[in-house]
Each structure stands twice: as structure tokens, then as C-alpha cells.
């Protein structure tokens, strides 16, 4: 998990009860990556569970704030275990979370393990939509090649094989895709479990930073990257910048009608 000060103390608390009190099996160590200076009530908040959790919370303190790929690499380093957790602080994890993707991992051949996630405005309670993703290996690989085809926050990894694709790198606000297909690249098996794991916070700040022209820009980079690498054909280049470069800068209204048919209850 990685911690920056416009989180806020409330989530990043809900966000550590559901994947240590809330869970059914409880994780051998929690490593947080503190990403430049944080507020003083977060540093509160982050005292407390250190108080609670002793050994098991592991703080990785960066002086300055690199951003979410460089602060996720920093706590990768720090992992000890085999099977690596993705988090974020202000996601709420189901109870058996842990619990159904150790379960996958010990019956079946694969090297990561995500599931679905349900979205959420202000009451976890209250779902607005799913973004569901495929099952098998073979659906995943065929959605990369349009689009992320997993749910970042639910993954559960073998460490090695994301040290062997290289970690997170460089790509604005994609660094999460560029690993995944770096992975599939590298020769990991997915598996996406078919119910939720993840209970995600979204509205119109998440939309904010999925629209515009920088973010567009950055989809241009992406895509010509997975076209440097071979993963992508020159007509799925094409075809994927023309879609996503023209999505990325419709009016936020338009985006949010886009989102909702890929997102449906």
C-alpha cells in the first residue's frame, strides 16, 4: 500500500480494519510506503495501527512524493512473503478476500489472482456498478490488447514474477497496466475470480484524473509501447488509439455515460 497526504485519515482507517480485523485469514506483514510528507492526521492514524500491529506493519518512508509507481515499487522491495497484495487506502476489502485468492493459489497453476470490484460514491453499502473482468488466462490476454483486464486492487501476485517483468515503471497513471501486460509478457498466469473482492470508491474526482488531454497523451505512450514490444499489432494500435485518445477527451459528461454501460449493475 502506498499512503500520499490527500488521503484521508478515515478511508486509509476503514481500508486497514478490512484487511486486518474484517479479513478471515490475516496477512503475514502489511507494508506501507509513506509517499512524501503526510499530514499530521494521517501520521496519527498510521501511529495508531503501528501501535496495534507492531512487527507486522512495515513502514517505508520516502522523503519526497514520487508518485504511485516509484512508492509501489519502494514497498515491493520491502516484501518478504511469496505472494504479494495489491491495496489501496481507501478501498474496502471483502472479508474472505484473502481467504478465496490463497484458496486459488493452492489448487491451481498461476502467478496472479485478481477478481471483481464493486463501486461505491460515499456508502460502501450502496453499490453504484461492477467492473467485471474474465475468468481464464486466455480472456485476459485478449482483453489486454483493448484494455486492463484485471482489477488492479484485487490482485494477488507472486513476487517473483513481477520483479521478473521488471516492477512498476514509468507510464502516467498507467503504471498498473504496463506492469500487468509486462507480466503476461514475462509468462504469468492469471486468474480473475468471479465475485467481488474489492469494494472501490469512485465519482467525479475519479473521472477527473481518467479524462483529458494528458491523460490521453499518456494512452498514446501506452499503446506505443505495447507496439514496441510486439504485444499489439499495428491495426490494434490504430484502432486502440483511436477509441481511447477520442474517449479521453470527450466532455467528463459523455465519460461518465462510457464508464456506466462498461460498469453496469
Excluded at 512487527?55 to 516509484?70: A, M, R, S, W, Y
Excluded at 514497498?75 to 505472494?83: F, R, S
Excluded at 456508502?123 to 488466462?137: L, T
Excluded at 520483479?163 to 514509468?170: D, E, H, M, S
Amino acid at each position: 500500500m502506498s499512503i500520499y497526504y490527500q488521503e484521508r485519515a478515515q478511508y486509509f482507517n476503514q481500508a486497514m480494519c478490512s484487511i486486518w480485523q474484517e479479513q478471515t485469514i490475516k496477512p503475514t506483514e502489511i507494508v506501507l510506503v509513506q509517499d512524501g510528507k503526510l499530514t499530521d492526521e494521517l501520521y496519527s492514524a498510521i501511529d495508531e495501527w503501528s501501535f496495534k500491529l507492531g512487527e507486522v506493519l512495515k513502514i517505508v518512508t520516502l522523503k519526497e512524493n514520487l508518485g504511485t509507481g516509484d512508492a509501489k515499487n519502494a514497498g515491493l522491495k520491502q516484501c518478504t512473503q511469496e505472494l504479494v497484495v495489491i491495496m489501496d487506502t481507501d478501498d474496502i476489502c471483502l472479508p474472505d478476500r484473502f481467504e478465496k485468492q490463497l484458496n486459488i493459489f493452492n489448487n491451481y497453476d498461476v502467478d496472479a489472482c485478481g477478481g471483481w470490484i464493486s463501486e461505491f460514491h460515499t456508502d460502501e453499502n450502496r453499490i453504484a456498478s461492477y467492473r467485471r473482468v474474465p475468468e481464464a488466462h486466455h480472456e485476459v490476454v485478449k482483453l489486454s490488447k483493448k484494455r486492463m483486464p484485471v482489477n488492479h486492487v484485487t490482485l494477488m501476485c507472486k513476487k517473483e514474477i513481477m520483479l521478473k517483468a521488471g516492477g512498476y515503471q514509468k507510464m502516467l497513471w498507467l503504471e498498473d497496466y504496463y506492469l500487468v501486460v509486462r507480466m503476461i509478457l514475462a509468462g504469468a498466469k492469471f486468474y480473475n475470480i468471479q465475485s467481488t473482492l474489492v469494494n472501490v470508491r469512485s465519482g467525479f474526482e475519479q473521472l477527473q484524473r481518467r479524462s483529458g488531454i494528458r491523460y490521453a497523451l499518456s494512452e498514446l505512450q501506452l499503446q506505443q509501447e505495447f507496439l514496441r514490444l510486439k504485444f499489439i499489432s499495428h491495426i490494434e494500435f490504430f484502432i486502440n488509439v483511436i477509441v481511447r485518445f477520442s474517449i479521453r477527451i470527450m466532455p467528463r459528461v459523455f465519460i461518465g455515460i462510457v464508464y456506466r454501460r462498461l460498469r453496469k449493475l
